[in-house]
């Protein structure tokens, strides 16, 4: 059983991180859904190249070894370890035989439709601790049966993982769930915070966000937007700008794609559906702004999804 005193120890040691991210989820409303957790061996070494999962999945290796291909970096998994893998981040896995490891596959995103991992810098390895091996076997204890059909992406990749079906449990098991994957997705919270989230408050955008996330599928216009700004239009493209790095209507564009992505990912709805859904007009243009954002076309890019 977890114990008072390893939660005591385990945030005396980590209160930075934890305040930082107990301000994050009450100022922003994350959303955590698990999606797959198991406890897993290899029978024979397996390599996957190239997958991309809608997604985020942490690795605790236990036994044997292997590594992860981030774009050029590649990071070896060893026993004593837990390992992130951020969503829409495509990867390659090799697995050695006898290499075992929990997983757990969830969807961690805001309310407002940002990106969780822009607003702070994540690291990809962080050595175990005492209490988290209780957490993944808590983890495992609340949600029995989830583990993948498959530990091949070929395989698995096929559901169509919208229209899964929930397991009904009791709201403590999912409040409790939500909570251990917070405290896991803590560990990788690099203790300098990205000023990217206070400057978003300064300059009261996260309405502007979440106005944009809800209205997709519509024009939306950059006087408007300026308006609930209480700012010029002109002044606001600049604000916008400063804050996020690219103007407003190439944000909205983005917003657009990562739409876009999510139902290539993780549904089987027609191309013409896809852009329909995440507010293009034409699939022409659909498909060549996607593959300007992501150097594939709509189908390459359903291809690669895990």
Excluded at 146 to 164: G, R, V
Excluded at 211 to 233: N, R, W
Aim: a positive charge; proline letters at 4%; one cysteine or more.
């Amino acid at each position: 059983m977890l114990t008072i005193n390893c939660y005591l120890s385990f945030y005396k040691t980590n209160s930075l991180i934890t305040r930082n991210m107990s301000r994050f989820v009450s100022d922003n409303l994350i959303k955590i859904e698990l999606k797959n957790i198991a406890l897993s061996r290899f029978d024979r070494d397996s390599k996957y190249d190239y997958v991309i999962s809608a997604f985020s999945r942490i690795y605790f290796i236990t036994e044997g070894k292997g590594w992860l291909q981030i774009g050029d970096k590649r990071i070896t998994l060893k026993p004593g370890f837990l390992y992130l893998v951020p969503s829409f981040v495509p990867c390659s896995y090799y697995f050695e035989k006898q290499l075992e490891h929990y997983y757990i596959h969830f969807s961690a995103h805001l309310l407002n439709g940002l990106n969780i991992y822009s607003l702070f810098k994540t690291s990809s390895k962080v050595s175990v601790n005492k209490l988290d091996k209780e957490l993944f076997e808590r983890l495992l204890e609340l949600n029995p049966g989830m583990k993948l059909p498959s530990l091949d992406p070929d395989i698995y990749q096929k559901k169509d993982w919208l229209s899964k079906s929930v397991h009904n449990q009791p709201l403590s098991h999912i409040y409790e769930t939500r909570a251990i994957i917070e405290q896991l997705l803590s560990r990788f919270i690099m203790q300098k915070q990205n000023s990217a989230q206070d400057e978003i408050v300064r300059h009261r955008l996260n309405p502007i966000f979440s106005y944009i996330q809800s209205h997709l599928t519509e024009v939306i216009h950059i006087e408007k937007l300026a308006k609930m700004t209480f700012l010029s239009p002109d002044h606001f493209i600049r604000v916008f700008k400063k804050v996020v790095g690219i103007p407003p209507g190439e944000f909205i564009i983005s917003k657009r794609v990562e739409k876009a992505k999510l139902l290539l990912l993780t549904t089987n709805k027609p191309i013409k559906l896809v852009f329909e859904e995440s507010g293009f007009k034409s699939q022409q243009y659909f498909s060549r702004v996607f593959k300007k954002h992501t150097s594939l076309s709509p189908t390459e890019y359903r291809k690669m999804k895990a």
